[in-house]
T-cell receptor
Framework: TQLLEQSPQFLSIQEGENLTVYCNSSSVFSSLQWYRQEPGEGPVLLVTVVTGGEVKKLKRLTFQFGDARKDSSLHITAAQPGDTGLYLCAGVSYTGNQFYFGTGTSLTVIP | GAGVSQSPRYKVAKRGQDVALRCDPISGHVSLFWYQQALGQGPEFLTYFQNEAQLDKSGLPSDRFFAERPEGSVSTLKIQRTQQEDSAVYLC????????????????FGEGSRLTVL
């Protein structure tokens, strides 16, 4: 059972296009993280958002944490082939020691 | 090494065999997690250790799965009597501090152990 649902599950776009990935839950999280995973490797942390409504920018990536601390989004501007990978949101719930990951969004950017 | 190391990278087992997967976390890291990941999906939580204490094992799919971290460093995930549905990548991650809701920290992952059960 995964508490964090991501959409879309798969995304294939042309280089230069913009995209948004969503991470939703019915549970409240104290913070949410976004990771990116490439084939054959483990996930690598991109960002942590800790305040409801917070927006963080990392070059062409913009991350937002929902006001109610139940959801988050990742927006990529002018996608590049190097952005290709599996994007994962993650968080620790208030109720336990379980560090949950989302269902994942597989992004392919076509040159 | 400086990162999380997992072995073996690949394991093929016949149905019914026992397997053991090893994780060497980053030295000094208190927290250690095991995850199971199907192709193209997000990792699913299996178990969490804080030093040698297994604080949560609610994600282990059945009593055929067992994990230990006896000295608070290296951890082993053991799967007994493997079945085809156990085929997956098993990821290990460590974090410097205890993971709590108030202090998420960063997880550092190994490259995973890919298990194929025939």
């Amino acid at each position: 059972t995964q508490l964090l649902e991501q959409s879309p599950q798969f995304l294939s776009i042309q280089e230069g296009e913009n995209l948004t990935v969503y991470c939703n839950s019915s549970s409240v999280f104290s913070s949410l993280q976004w990771y990116r995973q490439e084939p054959g490797e483990g996930p690598v942390l991109l960002v942590t958002v800790v305040t409801g409504g917070e927006v963080k920018k990392l070059k062409r990536l913009t991350f937002q944490f929902g006001d109610a601390r139940k959801d988050s989004s990742l927006h990529i501007t002018a996608a590049q082939p190097g952005d290709t990978g599996l994007y994962l949101c993650a968080g620790v719930s208030y109720t336990g020691n379980q560090f949950y990951f989302g269902t994942g969004t597989s992004l392919t950017v076509i040159p | 090494g400086a990162g999380v190391s997992q072995s073996p990278r690949y394991k093929v087992a016949k149905r019914g065999q026992d397997v053991a997967l090893r994780c060497d976390p980053i030295s000094g890291h208190v927290s250690l997690f095991w995850y199971q990941q199907a192709l193209g999906q997000g990792p699913e939580f299996l178990t969490y250790f804080q030093n040698e204490a297994q604080l949560d094992k609610s994600g282990l799919p059945s009593d055929r799965f067992f994990a230990e971290r006896p000295e608070g460093s290296v951890s082993t995930l053991k799967i007994q009597r493997t079945q085809q549905e156990d085929s997956a990548v098993y990821l290990c991650a460590s974090s410097l501090r205890p993971v709590t809701a108030a202090n998420t920290g960063e997880l550092f992952f190994g490259e995973g152990s890919r298990l194929t059960v025939l």
